[in-house]
């Protein structure tokens, strides 16, 4: 395999599903000619393009999705490369959200010379999990909850370790208890994790990035968490982008993550460009 389909398979392999825009980005050079390397790769069955994606008025008219193939893995693995493991089916719109963030970071992070590593590069196999156990006074009720916190991604940049919460809205803020899924409990968590740090055992500092598909969203789980919570937080940092959340328009690379402001509640605006 030659280097550049080598690294072509390497980030779908990071990834598992990427835009071809994405792709012509992280290689540079014309887009079109990106866009035909792909659809020869589609041809000699080395890659895939998911059904899902065709749930999309525009879908004729947007970047194509690529996946590896079976194929793709087993010549990845003749690199000398071991393919990622993806535990089960993962949806799909929010894999390719979780995509578009960490993929934007990673090509402007190459554009700028900074160092990027992703989770493979972090922690190899082991699994990206922290094991908590929290309590929250409810108006008429105490709940205690033990269970394992799983971000949706890891990576970092220079020294500094980043976590990625990717919210497409699904999930309520808040929620009568903490047995099932919401932004309280994975305030809560974090919280907990953060506190104890437990993430060392992984890494060695951490940062949680919490973007959503709504400014407006983002702007209720901080007021949430002031006023509900009454909580700050350095590190648990917030940006809503509308873009992400749709399935009939697509984003170009938001190579710009790395200069805007993610608020924090209690605390100044962090910008990554200037921190790390």
Excluded at 49 to 55: A, G, L
Excluded at 150 to 158: G, M, S
Aim: charged letters at 20%.
């Amino acid at each position: 395999m030659d280097a550049y389909n080598l690294e072509t398979f390497k980030a779908l392999d990071r990834y598992r599903y990427l835009r071809s825009n994405f792709v012509a980005a992280f290689h540079g050079g014309s887009q079109q000619h990106r866009k035909r390397d792909l659809g020869q790769l589609r041809r000699r069955g080395l890659l895939w393009t998911p059904e899902q994606q065709k749930n999309s008025a525009n879908y004729r008219y947007t970047p194509r999705v690529y996946e590896l193939s079976p194929k793709g893995k087993a010549a990845l693995l003749a690199s000398g490369i071991t393919p990622t493991h993806w535990l089960g089916e993962r949806q799909f719109w929010h894999q390719l959200m979780v995509a578009d963030i960490v993929m934007s970071i990673e090509i402007a992070c190459k554009k700028r010379g900074l160092r990027f590593r992703h989770r493979k590069d972090i922690i190899g196999a082991a699994p990206l999990s922290f094991p908590t156990s929290i309590t929250h006074q409810f108006p008429k009720h105490t709940d205690r909850y033990s269970g394992v916190l799983q971000p949706d991604e890891l990576f970092a940049i220079n020294d500094t370790h980043f976590i990625l919460e990717a919210d497409r809205q699904n999930e309520p803020i808040t929620r009568p208890t903490l047995t099932t899924s919401s932004y309280l409990r994975k305030i809560l968590q974090y919280r907990a994790v953060l506190k104890s740090g437990s993430y060392k055992a992984l890494i060695p500092n951490m940062l949680v990035l919490n973007i959503t598909t709504s400014p407006t969203h983002a702007d209720n789980i901080m007021a949430f968490m002031e006023d509900e919570l009454t909580m700050s937080s350095s590190s648990m940092m917030f940006m809503g982008i509308d873009i992400l959340g749709s399935r009939d328009t697509y984003p170009q690379p938001l190579i710009e993550l790395l200069d805007l402001p993610f608020r924090r509640v209690g605390h100044d605006n962090f910008i990554i460009s200037q921190e790390v």
